[in-house]
């Protein structure tokens, strides 16, 4: 007896299946697995390689590139004309095209005194500037608050519009819509789009307008986002390195190489005429804004992205909210590409070589692939690959490439490098809910046009905590069933492979445990 119990004897080879599992689901492993799971396996591992491979060379194209905008690209005022744009002795304040901002807002009641002050204090001849607020507010209480804030600012000589809809038809995009059709826009050149929370800088339309202005063929100025609440919870911080990245090396690559990014949906200047001439707003999907950025990019209109001018914004600090938001970023995207495709390789006013681009790099790539490799390979098939010797998943694919993949990703936020693990972390569990929404998207399944506004609260949570007020928790929205389901099941594979794996992957699948169980119960983000 000693002999059979000796450590020698004690490996995945040696030791008889059913001492593994004791159960009848052991018995209908050992049937299956050699048949069925075996083969499946296998094939979802070369999959998830050939994946990884190409968000590899994605991502490493981009740092390419980006090194070689930081080194040798021309400064936008280089590559473009600009200058400032002046009153003339003979046209006087018509030299300053006429300007619409709109800001639309859905019960904003946190945020819309702070949008609609920034707005109202840029700095453009007041004559040639039109404020328009487009308020599909369902409390009225909301309503009064936002039209009475309107009224002010119109007292004192902003030519501020307060509009309303009888309904919601189209969410943002059907009220962006309806706000070009009023008679005071008609003379407009120019709108420019800030949501509720943002908070552009006095110079933002000097600084921005000119390159539309002197560069007829560019529709599009882009400015980077910035956030106001990044250091509030580990939740907007994580945030904060992915979308820095977006900005830093997505958009900055997109804009030096093709001209072409997608539209972030606020904190953009475009030429009214050019979205006129795609077709207008449509709701089609959810994410409006890249609609309309790629049906602009086949009309062969240049989109311009300025790192350096920036808006301040805000991030959402509940996991409620940012789930909702991430299902909107990701199911839009993969249902846009479902309807679009076929137009975009039908479309003759753009090259071969764009058309390519959008479809692989900008839409297969970074809004399919990239969410589904990460949940696919990091929480399914490399874990149950532990279960299964049988199947090897080679080490560049489990560990080197996705290691350079991460460093190359840090660039956007230096400051948060020492958060990078816990970013990894983070990002596999979210992979789940943003792989949930792309397949939703690629299917047009019935949530494909779900829009639940992101909650912004403003200041409130600041002044709420300096009045030392208690929040009531609701144990429903922070109970979390699937990522408490799935920190069981990596759980369970974390304590196999102690017992009786050869590949030592179980100090990954702790921690990756222990994210699953602390966003699983709740403690993640700010509880409101």
């Known amino acids: 007896m000693a002999d059979i119990i000796s450590n020698d004897n004690l490996t995945p080879e040696l030791i008889p299946e059913t001492t593994v599992f004791l159960t009848p689901f052991g018995t209908l492993w050992e049937l299956l697995k050699a048949p069925l799971i075996v083969p499946l396996l296998q094939v979802g591992v070369y999959i998830c390689l050939a994946m990884i491979v190409m968000l590899f060379i994605e991502r490493l194209y981009m740092g ?48 819309y005194k702070i949008s609609i002050g920034a707005a109202c204090g840029l700095a453009w001849l007041t004559d040639r500037l039109v404020i328009q607020v487009l308020d599909d507010s369902t409390d009225q209480n909301i309503k009064d608050m936002i039209e009475n804030e309107c009224l002010r600012w119109a007292s004192k000589g902003v030519n501020i519009w307060y509009q309303i809809r009888k309904n919601r038809v189209g969410y943002k995009a059907g009220a962006l819509k309806d706000g070009l059709t009023h008679d005071y826009v008609e003379d407009c050149k120019y709108v420019t789009i800030f949501d509720a929370d943002f908070r552009p800088e006095p110079d933002f339309l000097q600084r921005a307008i000119p390159f539309l202005e002197f560069n007829p063929k560019i529709t599009l100025v882009q400015a980077r986002w910035r956030f106001v609440n990044s250091d509030e919870c580990l939740l907007t911080r994580m945030q904060e390195m992915s979308l820095d990245y977006h900005f830093t090396v997505e958009q900055e690559v997109g804009s030096a190489t093709h001209a072409f990014f997608g539209f972030n949906g606020t904190g953009g200047v475009w030429r009214i005429a050019a979205i006129n001439e795609c077709g207008g ?6 994410v409006e804004d890249m609609d309309l950025a790629v049906r602009a990019g086949l009309q062969g209109w240049k989109f311009l992205y300025l790192g350096e001018l920036q808006v301040k914004s805000e991030l959402p600090n509940t996991f409620k909210a940012f789930c909702y938001q991430q299902h909107r970023w990701s199911c839009g995207p993969a249902n846009l590409f479902r309807k679009m ?52 998943v080679p080490v560049w694919g489990a560990i080197y490439i996705p290691c350079i993949i991460t460093i190359l990703n840090s660039v956007g ?25 792309t397949i939703i998207g690629l299917l047009d399944a019935k949530r494909s046009n779900e ?39 990596l759980f369970f594979i974390g304590c196999y492979d102690v017992m009786y794996g050869r590949r030592q992957y179980f100090i990954y699948i702790f921690l990756q445990v222990i994210t699953f169980l602390i966003i699983g119960v709740g403690y993640v983000g700010t509880v409101v």
């Open 281 to 286: 707003w449509k709701d089609r999907t959810t």
């Open 451 to 489: 829009w639940v506004v992101t909650k912004k609260l403003g200041d409130c949570l600041k002044n709420r905590k300096l009045r030392h007020i208690k929040f009531k928790i609701n144990f429903g929205d922070r109970i979390h069933v699937t990522e408490l389901g799935f920190a069981v099941f």
């Open 64 to 111: 390419v590139v980006i090194i070689l905008v930081r080194l040798f690209w021309k400064k936008p005022e280089q590559r473009y004309k600009w200058q400032p744009i002046c009153k003339d002795a003979e046209t006087g304040n018509l030299c300053y095209p006429k300007v619409l901002i709109q800001i639309p807002m859905f019960n904003e009641k946190e945020v």
């Open 413 to 437: 936020t230096p400051r948060s490098f020492h958060l990078l693990f816990y970013w990894i972390l983070f990002e596999n569990v979210m992979s789940f809910h943003r792989t949930k929404a």
């Open 341 to 392: 495709v076929l137009e975009i390789i039908r479309t003759k006013k753009v090259t071969v070589w764009k058309k390519v681009y959008v479809i692989y790099s900008f839409f297969l790539v970074r809004k399919i692939i990239a969410h589904m490799v990460t949940f696919f390979f990091f929480c399914v098939v490399l874990p149950f690959s532990i279960l299964v010797p049988e199947v090897e």
